[in-house]
């Protein structure tokens, strides 16, 4: 029997998008390349196995049912007073049951091992990398390397990376999913995060939390490089950028859409406390000696 056009069509375009949003799931978060993603990706593909021996047999049944009590099978049994079946209700409660009490011990034990404030052991000193999410950027500032960029970073593979977030505006949320987990960035409070790269590459990174007009826009790129292509980074932005100024961080701070790479040859020091500082007073709505027009003032009061 050949379908109509229309049917047909309409098929087509089903499989096709079914395929896409198989597609999009697998991607990024099920192809980690680190090693958080990939505890993280086993968790998950072992809360669907265990959530799918539920599943899968009640569709299973269910479909079944419906075939086997059809109006036209004369050979179904008619049972209109049966009400109760112990062997029934031993399997359906016991078997969801027992699978709770295994997402329950799973998760209790990940929670703390991916906890993302828990330091990444290794025998390698970790990179420290300050988060500030603006309107619609990220100001990346390494206060080791004394260089600053919007919208991309950069550190060695089989290296943790240990990051500090906050907001300079509303709330967002730090995202690198082939890397792990996801933390929110918060005005007037330090949030941190711990990951490590495993494979060389440039991974995508995002805000996963709506924060307006500029959102979709608050992108950025994570490169995993080795140890030298790391030192030929940061030297780059050394070499190509500016100085990180009070006046210029405050620029930064406007709104502004798909904003382009830039890179900051040097950033006053304690600049992620001096930022954290000022958000919270704005917050509190009190005077505060960290709101200071000058760069020399800048630095003064986010050393105290």
């Known amino acids: 029997m050949k379908l109509p056009l229309y049917a047909s069509t309409a098929a087509r375009a089903l499989a096709v998008g079914a395929v896409l949003l198989l597609g999009g799931c697998s991607m990024e978060i099920l ?39 059809r109006s036209t099978n004369t050979k179904a049994t008619y049972s209109p007073k049966w009400s109760h079946s112990t062997g029934i209700e031993i399997v359906v409660w016991t078997v969801p049951c027992i699978i709770v009490a295994i997402l329950a011990v799973l998760t209790w034990k990940s929670s703390h091992a991916l906890d993302p404030y828990r330091p990444i ?8 990398i300050e988060v500030v999410s603006l309107d619609w950027k990220w100001l990346f500032i390494y206060p080791e390397q004394n260089i600053a960029t919007v ?38 409070m330090t949030t941190k995060l711990h990951l490590i790269a495993r494979e060389e590459g440039t991974y ?11 959102f979709s826009g608050m992108r950025f790129k994570a490169h995993a490089t080795s140890e030298q292509g790391f030192e030929e980074w940061v030297a ?69």
């Not at 052991?121 to 420290?128: A, F, H, I, L, Q």
């Not at 970073?153 to 509303?170: H, K, L, M, N, Y």
């Not at 995508?204 to 500029?214: D, T, W």
């Open 121 to 128: 052991e290794s025998d390698k000193k970790p990179v420290t």
């Open 204 to 214: 995508a990174g995002l805000s996963s939390n709506y924060s307006g007009g500029g």
């Open 31 to 69: 192809n980690p390349k680190g090693d958080i993603g990939m505890q993280e990706k086993t968790l998950l593909l072992t809360a669907t196995g265990l959530m799918l021996l539920v599943v899968v047999p009640v569709i299973i049944m269910t479909l079944w049912f419906a075939y086997k009590y």
């Open 236 to 304: 780059k932005a050394k070499s190509t950028g500016t100085e990180l100024t009070n006046e210029k961080y405050a620029e930064l701070s406007k709104p502004s859409e798909h904003t382009p790479v830039a890179y900051f040859s040097s950033a006053p020091p304690a600049m992620f406390d001096f930022i954290l500082n000022t958000t919270m007073a704005k917050i509190a709505g009190v005077d505060s000696p960290f709101c200071t027009p000058t760069s020399k003032n800048l630095v003064a009061a986010a050393s105290e």
């Open 151 to 188: 919208n991309e970073i950069a550190f060695p593979v089989d290296r943790p990376v240990e990051f500090r977030i906050t907001s300079g505006s509303v709330m967002n949320a730090f995202f690198i999913p082939q890397l792990g987990s996801m933390i929110y960035s918060m005005a007037g």
